[in-house]
């Protein structure tokens, strides 16, 4: 048990002094690697840009303003939507963004006015914009992909992320 | 807020990644993926060198895309001991689904076991007794051995064998699969013959299509293709969309839209095709209804909201008024059927008679005869007719599901290009059996059996009757009771005396216990109240063999560890055979243990080649390597040859004319109307107001013994839901999401509201076998004469419990019909 303890202490005490090479007599016997790895030590999410999407000015309401989000291959949907939401920006907390390719097969949604759903023609799934982009139904294994949004003093409509992975990249930013 | 996994980018599969062949191990059709794996170390890169696509993944991939996928589809899991990254994503490549992945497939990986990722971190891991006075973890040798100790001395009391009551799986894909039906098989009806024996969601031994059996037809006779070939698809009781997804998408939808026509006048020339039409049998409006009314447009899609319960009553009416037109196929009849006469006559009902009983308008079943069998410009019209559960599980099951077959064979449907009878199935199929003619029929209603005390020891392998199974409610109560006498003897002796211990446990027995050992991938709900956890290992993690609904048999190869020590149920069943025969040595009875012999497989192969291999119908010409040879599209079942390094199979059943009865004449069957047939059924009708018709949603696959467990379905379902009209929510005084109780003189369950206005008042809809509130607690006790449950008919008054909790507020109660934008 005694040389348990020396062990966890010779190690505690290496750890403290933040060096890998600092024990004499394990040193003998340590093959120094032959290829350090170099790289700068790198984020651990994508860098999502600030994007201005639009002016709060330019929305009606439950009317989707076609946007695309972080570049212009990744198409997307800014909609005001009339009534308070979670997640939702702006004066009336009531605007949303989200992907319009359905994370299911990468087929365009398109906005249901009167239900404010998205749904794709390819294989039926609705997903609702006043519930950030919840499956109501279909065949994506995931909830809509939101943007997050942020409104400046002078109404421009930025957008800054998302939250789940947009279809048909394995990065959402390329 | 909806739940987001704020996964912003994942994993790249390398070039040089391990690609192995599966099967998706959930619902019947069986869709083909690849389950690619790396080392935990290593990924791939977006140059199309270094990537297993050979695609330039800098940039955005188009619709229908092969080279992405889903967090869902991605996983961190263990191989050979080793860490190592997981993809399991759709195979373009395979016939069944062409590269779709559904809601429920698509999250096999992430449904996977990890420690890394903390994924169904619920999976049982190693063996579990009851000792101390909860389930503790133990060794294989010591469980087994009290499991054997405990059989075998019930073995040897009065009633011998009969004392063994079993529940097990008799299906394929997870578990299940060849080589575990014919590992417990050969336990069970081989080494022993126990006839006290039930399947996983009903309470006895018996096929839930026993008339077309009879018939002489059996149940999955034709091919996916079909779908894409005949004139009207017949869909009664299935809700594809949600259930069957991508033989929905895949097959059916193409030739609702017009987009197999190509494909029809190639492989059926000589006759006039169109799109196809669809006639559907269902007292809901499903989202089937809605997508087919999408694509093919309203004026093809006939849904028939028939009055719960009276299916019969309207496939008598088609036939009858199909012979009154003169548009049955009188050659086939002649050639390949007999008794159909007899059935006509006796089945004889007049479309006023079957408008008054399924509350449907005359006109509508007269246009639904011609669109199944008017000829078209002197031609047969080709109808596919596909059942499932609202049939299956329906009001006298046996004659109803032979009625349909009656017009089935009356137009000729079956054994051609764009026919078939064939139920739609829930899980894949994968039984192989040695006889189990000595379980009778009636096989024994193990349910009931079991709340009046009888049976001492109870196996149940991969089954949660708590969740499904009827008369759910009083099932509970009783197993509890019986099995907490057990728990209540065991925690009296001191469980390291094993002697004492089987003393104690076959003395509780006497007195009315229950010792039950439940072998399963999960903790499940009759498992609270079990003695011994036996660890079982899933699809994926063993090489599985099953067959789907056009009877394609594939091999999903092991492309993971089980977790911990789970093994196989084959080489469970196996074990419990080795530990009962050495206990019967110890014992002095050589003759007994001398029957459990033969269990002396080592691997998942070893069973296959024992069972399916040796014993079913072309299984001489399969084997492991030759079926990984076959890839994701397998061959259909039977084998009938293997020919240039590929197995011969059998695209469609009966396309010579001739059937599985004696004389190879498919038989037609009387089947007369008696109203709601099970016990119990009229009265529970007259006494409460509300239909409780239930079943499965698109979400959640069989009891959520998986999604239970998975963040993204029980964010979406944390209560069983129940559609309700909006006018009857008014007088319930309830609104979206509030939590109602379901209650009748059988039991009571709870769920969450969901408003619906295309129900009909005093019509809901609740999901079935769903954790949080189980359907099956309200459905009464009444089965057919073969066992068979009736689940959809059940009526039930429903009260307000709570207003809509905190853990609700997220959802949406918008309608799930699709709608274009």
Known sequence: ?174 | MAFKRQIDRLPIIPSDAKKQNVTCHFCIVGCGYHAYTWPVNKQGGTDPSQNIFKTDLSKQQGGDTDAWYAPSMYNIVQQDGRDVHIVIKPDKGCEVNSGLGSIRGARMAEMSYSKARATQQQRLTHPMVFRYGQMQPTSWDDALDLVARVTVAMLKEPGGEDNLFVSAFDHGGAGGGYENTWGTGKLYFEAMKVKNIRIHNRPAYNSEVHATRDMGVGELNNCYEDAELCDTIVAVGTNAYETQTNYFLNHWIPNLRGSSLQKKQQELAGEPHAQARIIIVDPRRTSTVAACEVEAGKDNVLHLAIESGTDMVLFNALLTHIVEKGWQDKAFISASTKDFDKAVAANKTSLADAARITGLKAEDIAKAAAWIAEPKEGRRRRAMFAYEKGLIWGNDNYRTNAALVNVALATGNIGRPGGGCVRMGGHQEGYSRPSDAHVGRPAAYVDQLLIEGKGGVHHIWGCDHYKTTLNAHKFKQAYKKRTDIVKDAMNAVPAGDRPALVAAIVDAIKKGGLFAVDVDIVPTKIGEACHVWLPAATSGEMNLTSMNGERRMRLTERYMDPPGESMPDALIAARIANHMERILRELGDAKYADQFKGFDWKTEEDAFMDGYHKHEKGGQFVTYERLRAMGTNGFQEPASDFKDGKIVGTKRLYTDGKFGTKDGKATFMEAQWRGLQAPGKEEQKKKFKYLINNGRTNHVWQNAYLDQDNEFIMDRWPYPFIEINPDDMKELNVSAGDLVEVYNDDGSTQAMVYPTPTAKKGHTFMLFAFPSGVQGNVVNAGTNELILPNYKQTWANIRKLASAPASVKHLSFKSQEYKMG
């Open chain 1, 1 to 174: 048990m005694k040389g348990c303890d020396k062990l966890v202490d010779a190690g505690r005490r290496q750890f403290l002094r933040g060096g890998a090479m600092a024990t004499v007599g394990v040193a003998a016997s340590t093959v120094l690697p032959t290829n350090e790895a170099q790289a700068k030590p790198a984020p651990a999410r994508v860098e999502y840009p600030s994007n201005r999407l639009a002016n709060l000015s330019q929305l009606k309401s439950n009317e989707p303003l076609d946007i695309s989000y972080p570049d212009r291959n990744s198409p997307g949907v800014l909609i005001k939507l009339g009534t308070r939401v979670p997640g939702g920006v702006g004066p009336a907390g009531d605007i949303v963004a989200f992907s319009t390719l359905c994370p299911h097969k990468g087929y365009p949604l398109s906005y249901v006015a009167a239900d404010k759903t998205l749904t794709c023609p390819g294989h039926y799934s609705v997903f609702d914009c006043e519930k950030s982009g919840l499956q109501v139904m279909g065949q994506a294994t995931q909830n809509l992909p939101q943007f997050t949004l942020r409104v400046a003093s002078n109404g421009d409509i930025f957008a800054e992320g998302v939250d789940e992975l947009i279809y048909g990249r394995l990065s959402n930013v390329l």
